[in-house]
Structure formats: structure tokens, C-alpha cells
């Protein structure tokens, strides 16, 4: 299976900072990555997919970008929603598709 | 607007199964597949399964081929995830998840989730 790294595990960040999320894949997955955002309790969402396209009614400033092995997510301008965990996807290689171990974007 | 509703939380013994339903609404049930991602306490997300709602064909990962089973009622527009041979680690929160785009397996939307407990 390919194996999904991110980094960091967490993060601390205040209304208003830039935040920038990666995660690399083992191998080579092209642009197939999503990226989802989970809140407690709640069932993730989808942000991006395709690497860098944003999914309808998502805010810009959420942004994807990468491809290959190397991907990030970044968001301009923290709102106090986005504090949340955020999660990789890789597609590449269905029917074995494989997450990331997540995010955790915390307030300061 | 499309949605996923799941079924009721379990409490099951090792050894156990647990079938767990999928209930979609708000677009054509056959239009798109669905696809069954565990997530156990403290884990990342793992994919089990995807079933071609309109052909009923189904994929599973390696993981979980010997004892997950996919299943689709057209007529009830629900898909049912069966898992056999339960034990302590198969604790964990069950989502369906329906593809965004129709043979790209981006996620969206999500089921509510259906936490499955395991445990003597």
C-alpha cells in the first residue's frame, strides 16, 4: 500500500496566520490526492481533489497544490471554523486508496 | 440535497457480525458508488470497500477481503456493509461515503457515521 505521511501531527495558529499542511506519498501518486477537513464529531468533508481543485462551496482560502509525492494544503487567513483536523487521501492505486494520520490544527 | 443517513450504533461479541445500512437520497441511486472507510479510535481512516451501485460489482481491500461483504437494495436505495469474524480492533467508527465524481473515489458526502463496538 502507499503510505501517506503528513506533517505536522498538530499545530497551533491564531485567527488570521497562514497555515500550510503537507503530506508526501511512498510513491509517485500523480495529482490524485484529496484533502478533508474532520471536526469532533462530525463526518469529514471534502476540500480539495485532484490536488488542487476546490470543491464547491468551500472557501478560497483553503488551496491544494503538488503532485508526484510531495502535496500541501494551505489556508490564507485562519477563521476560527477551520480549527479542525485535516486529513490526506491518496486515489492513485484504487482499490487500495489510503488516508493520511492527520492534522490537528489548534487555536493559540 | 444528497444525503447519506446510517444506521443505529451496534454492540456486538467477538466472533460476531455486523451489517451496517446505508441509506441515500437527493440523486440517482445508480449513478454513482459508494464506498465503506473505518475509522478506529486514535487511527487514520481506512478504505474497506466500493460497490458499482448500478452493476452491483464490488472491490475490497486486501485488508479486509475475507470478511467484508458490499451490498446494494436498488429498490430501497441503500447499500449494507456486512463484516464477519468480529474482534476488539474492528472497534471503530463506519462511514459510507458516496464518490464525488463518478470514477474518481473522492469522498462526498459522508454518511453520519455508525460507531461498531466490539468487546466480551
Not at chain 1, 511512498?26 to 469529514?44: D, L
Not at chain 2, 481506512?46 to 477481503?65: A, C, D, L, P
Not at chain 2, 458516496?98 to 466490539?118: I, M
Request: aromatic letters at 12%.
Amino acid at each position: 500500500d502507499i503510505q501517506m505521511t503528513q506533517s505536522p501531527s498538530s499545530v497551533s495558529a491564531s485567527v488570521g496566520d497562514k497555515v500550510t499542511i503537507t503530506c508526501r506519498a511512498s510513491q509517485g501518486v500523480s495529482r490524485w490526492v484529496a484533502w478533508y477537513q474532520q471536526k469532533p464529531g462530525k463526518a469529514p468533508k471534502l476540500l480539495i481533489y485532484a490536488a488542487s481543485t476546490l470543491q464547491s462551496g468551500v472557501p478560497s482560502r483553503f488551496s491544494g497544490s503538488g503532485s508526484g509525492t510531495d502535496f500541501t494544503l494551505t489556508i490564507s487567513s485562519l477563521q476560527p471554523e477551520d480549527f479542525a483536523t485535516y486529513y490526506c487521501q491518496q486515489a492513485n492505486s484504487f482499490p487500495s486508496i489510503t488516508f493520511g494520520q492527520g492534522t490537528r490544527l489548534e487555536i493559540k | 440535497q444528497v444525503q447519506l443517513v446510517q444506521s443505529g450504533a451496534e454492540v456486538k461479541k467477538p466472533g460476531a457480525s455486523v451489517k451496517v445500512s446505508c441509506k441515500a437520497s437527493g440523486y440517482p441511486f445508480s449513478d454513482y458508488a459508494m464506498h465503506w472507510v473505518r475509522q478506529a479510535p486514535g487511527q487514520r481512516f481506512e478504505w474497506m470497500g466500493w460497490i458499482n451501485v448500478g452493476h452491483g460489482n464490488t472491490k475490497y481491500s486486501q485488508r479486509f477481503q475475507d470478511r467484508v461483504t458490499i451490498t446494494r437494495d436498488t429498490s430501497a436505495s441503500t447499500v449494507y456493509m456486512d463484516l464477519s469474524s468480529l474482534r476488539p480492533e474492528d472497534t471503530a467508527m463506519y462511514y459510507c461515503a458516496r464518490e464525488w465524481e463518478k470514477l474518481t473515489n473522492w469522498f462526498d458526502p459522508w454518511g453520519q457515521g455508525t460507531l461498531v463496538t466490539v468487546s466480551s
